[in-house]
């Protein structure tokens, strides 16, 4: 009986020992769940970053291999759950990437585990300052990395915070400037002041004479800032301070007419949004090279009324032969006046033309209508017919001609008439 004994509680030893060894030859299975937090007081969840989990693992055969799974996103509570199945003989990898940061971490497989990870991001802010130590409010700032990019504008205190920034890595701060960029370097720091210049733009909304139009609205939209809008004063002056380089867009609505102007803010400067209402004036059209072997030139000069007129934009010049088909010929502007070559003509050829003169406010002349006759080769002169306002140059070459003419005739019948007379008295 105590042999007995003795069998059975050795068969129940062994029937333990091989249980037991069944146990750990079964696939281990539970649940995982990994929590990403920042390393600001709060220990704030981190939302949207990827966690990748890696494990070693046997296969069917009996062989082992490293298997990896994710990426897997993090909700609103920085938490990632999954449910793992694995035969794990060593450590259990747990990686965390967001933006350009990345932290792992070995834990022990104990079949179900809940792990914390924290990540070395916090907040950063950029602050704008005037020389005068004055914040500047809603102005674009951008903060990169090397995978991440962010824009935002500052605040009344001319700040602006960005979170969930590498305070471990390097970034770059950035402010439009004109054409121009401001760049930072900052690195493991969690607040950046930048100073930037600021500048006062005066707009005078007036007519061609520089009469001011009073309590006229004038929108400005400084690039990245929000639009800023103005009334004019009695002299038609509106002034905009404190506006940061970088694009500026003006405009105003006078007469029922609309004015607008782009520029760049680089210092203080006054600019003028005009109301030109009034046509340019043709000064005088004359003629060059005028001979049968040239091309005969149309020089034009024209001027915009007014001290503030905004100037010729273009002029448009026709020619004919027979005032009936009109041909247009391309005028440019060269040393201060308007050119158009008319074709090579024959001799006595007369050519008559037609302009249009339009200004920047679109502004039109139309007219200057004169004439010229093509002259001899070598000829010289520009044998024109007409003039300013409608009318072409005059030529001068038969002039010297003329006048000895003129001269012969007048002395020949001066001493015709003295020897009749001296024929009647005798």
Sequence with gaps: MKQTGISKLFFAALLVIVCSG???ALPAAGMIKVILYDSTPEAAPVEGA????????FNNGGGSFLAEEGPFITDAEGTVTRDITADTEKDFVVKATYRDISVEKTVKWYGGLTTRLTLPIG???VTLEDPKGLPIENKSVTISGSNFNLTENTDAKGAVVFTRIN??????????????TLVVNASAVSATKVVVPVYDITVNVVDEEGTGFPDAEVKAIPEAQLEQVKRTDKNGVAVFERLAPGSLSLSSFVGGTALEKDMNITNDE????VLDLKKPILDSVN???????????????AHDQGAYGSGIESVAVTYSLDKKNWIPIPATKTAGQFSASV???????????HLQIIDKAGNTFEGGDGSFTVLAANGGGSGGNGGTNGSGAQGTDYLPFVVVVVIIIAAVTYFGWTKLRQAGNA
């Design 123 to 125: 907040s950063v802010t």
């Design 22 to 24: 069944m146990a750990f």
């Design 270 to 273: 006054s600019v003028y949004l």
């Design 343 to 353: 074709p090579k003509m024959k001799e006595g050829t007369v050519v008559y033309y």
């Design 50 to 57: 990827s966690v990748y989990l890696s494990y070693w693992s």
């Design 167 to 180: 305070l471990q890595g390097q970034y770059a701060v950035s402010i439009p400037n004109g054409k121009e």
């Design 287 to 301: 003629v060059a090279d005028n001979e049968a072997d040239k091309e005969p030139k149309l020089l034009i000069a």
